[in-house]
């Protein structure tokens, strides 16, 4: 069984790859590692594995052999709904403003030998998709998460290259999501010098 820390280092990061999800470009092939990455994120309070939640794994799985463009709709909708939601959460957070009260009961657990709260929710149903309970179970998984791993409001980031979200890992401020946006801008700047040597930074 992982470690805590990578525990929750897998869960920022499939958290990332839905808010990062470009819903409309969606098709059957990438589907299946999108619900992966999804139901992960999802059920990673569990702690469980792909096992117990294979039925609504195959939701995702079983598309790209249906060819069902309606299936395929209704899924991308579906996510575009939680994407929305953790998104505004999230920005709410790290402006410091308020978000509506947990939905569901608190409850604390011991893990690695540290207290640890998280909220209970209804169950999330396997055989179907259920938009209002898979928000509130998101949300859940998402306000654990800050509140359990000492996650800081303003490392919530929006990379000033390519607009994905991120979160800053490290105390010294970053602009961008990676060396490659990073190195990128600064290339371009240095191009801009050259062709332009009056020109600003």
């Not at 790290?94 to 540290?114: M, T």
């Not at 929710?121 to 791993?149: M, Y």
Request: aromatic share 8%; with cysteine; charged share 30%.
């Amino acid at each position: 069984m992982p470690s805590t820390k990578t525990l929750s280092a897998t869960i920022l990061e499939d958290l990332f790859s839905l808010l990062n999800q470009d819903i409309e470009k969606i098709d059957f092939d990438s589907i299946p590692s999108v619900g992966l990455k999804y139901l992960r994120f999802l059920y990673s309070e569990d702690g469980s594995g792909l096992s117990s939640y294979k039925q609504k794994y195959d939701l995702f799985s079983m598309l790209p052999l249906e060819r069902s463009e309606e299936g395929l709709e209704t899924i991308k909708k579906h996510l575009s709904s939680i994407q929305r939601h953790l998104l505004k959460i999230m920005e709410d957070l790290a402006q410091n403003e308020q978000i509506e009260p947990q939905k569901g009961k608190r409850i604390v657990i011991v893990e690695a030998d540290k207290f640890v709260q998280r909220f209970e929710t209804d169950a999330v149903p396997l055989d179907r998709l259920d938009v209002k309970t898979e928000k509130a179970k998101a949300e859940s998984v998402f306000i654990s998460l800050v509140l359990n791993e000492a996650l800081i409001p303003s490392h919530f980031r929006r990379c000033q290259k390519c607009q994905k979200h991120y979160y800053q890992k490290t105390p010294r401020n970053k602009n961008f999501c990676s060396n490659s946006c990073s190195s990128g801008v600064w290339q371009k700047n240095k191009m801009l010098k050259i062709s332009d040597p009056g020109a600003q930074e």
